[in-house]
């Protein structure tokens, strides 16, 4: 028999929610140079020592007020892999409008550049992000869907490359459109004959 599992004190749970929550608007307004451990105790009313408690320095609170903001989008599997890749890129072409963790990713971006460690935690947050488009593309390779040799994280990245792309940088809309020939142009060369 295992042990019963231990529930958090709903004191520290609350405390952590207000942290994340002020780290997140602190972010919005300041972006990542603006946020700062005492900045976040001032916006939360949660004492610095507790901050410290459950985050040992600032990029590892911001790292987690970012990602406190959903989980990666899940992906089908069908027997029909662009279908599936198809209505994973729309989720998330509709997140890139609306979420806000779309809207904070210009900071993660500008904080990677600038600081080595957030880097690799930001390598590590989009690598997870990315994860269930890499199974369903390795199933893929695994069905006979894709050529054996294909680096599917390389694949999974020219897919959602351009939507990113056209969010963040020419600022362009990202329709379902848009997205059906990102999977037309990236998957049909490499369907089988």
Same mark, same amino acid.
């Given at each position: 028999?295992?042990?019963?599992?231990?529930?958090?004190?709903? /004191?520290? +749970?609350?405390?952590?929610?207000? =942290?994340? !929550? !002020? =780290?997140? @608007?602190?972010?919005?307004?300041?972006?990542?140079?603006?946020? +700062?451990? @005492?900045?976040? =105790?001032?916006?939360?009313?949660?004492? /610095?020592? +507790?901050? %410290?408690?459950?985050?040992?320095?600032?990029?590892?609170?911001?790292?987690?007020?970012?990602?406190? *903001?959903?989980?990666? *989008?899940?992906? !089908?599997? +069908?027997?029909?892999?662009?279908?599936?890749?198809?209505?994973?890129? /729309?989720?998330?072409?509709?997140?890139?409008?609306?979420?806000?963790?779309?809207?904070?990713?210009?900071?993660?971006?500008?904080?990677? !550049?600038?600081?080595?460690? &957030? =880097?690799?935690?930001?390598?590590?947050?989009?690598?997870?992000?990315?994860?269930?488009?890499?199974?369903?593309?390795?199933?893929?390779?695994?069905?006979? @869907?894709?050529?054996?040799?294909?680096?599917?994280?390389?694949?999974?990245?020219? *897919?959602?490359?351009?939507? &990113? %792309?056209?969010?963040?940088?020419?600022?362009?809309?990202?329709?379902?459109?848009?997205?059906?020939?990102?999977?037309?142009?990236?998957?049909?060369?490499?369907?089988?004959?």
């Amino acid at each position: 028999m295992s042990a019963p599992a231990r529930r958090e004190d709903p /004191r520290i +749970t609350r405390s952590k929610a207000c =942290a994340l !929550a !002020a =780290a997140i @608007e602190i972010l919005r307004a300041d972006g990542a140079s603006g946020l +700062t451990i @005492e900045k976040v =105790a001032l916006h939360s009313g949660v004492a /610095r020592t +507790t901050i %410290y408690r459950h985050w040992p320095d600032r990029n590892e609170l911001l790292f987690d007020a970012i990602g406190s *903001l959903g989980q990666a *989008l899940a992906v !089908a599997h +069908t027997s029909d892999v662009q279908a599936d890749v198809r209505a994973h890129l /729309r989720e998330l072409a509709a997140a890139l409008k609306r979420s806000t963790w779309a809207a904070l990713l210009p900071t993660v971006i500008d904080a990677s !550049a600038h600081d080595a460690e &957030f =880097a690799a935690l930001a390598r590590s947050f989009s690598s997870a992000r990315r994860s269930p488009l890499r199974r369903r593309l390795d199933a893929a390779v695994v069905a006979g @869907e894709l050529p054996t040799d294909i680096d599917t994280d390389l694949l999974a990245a020219q *897919l959602v490359g351009p939507l &990113f %792309y056209r969010r963040f940088v020419s600022h362009q809309p990202v329709t379902g459109a848009v997205v059906d020939q990102v999977v037309r142009i990236t998957l049909d060369p490499l369907a089988p004959a």
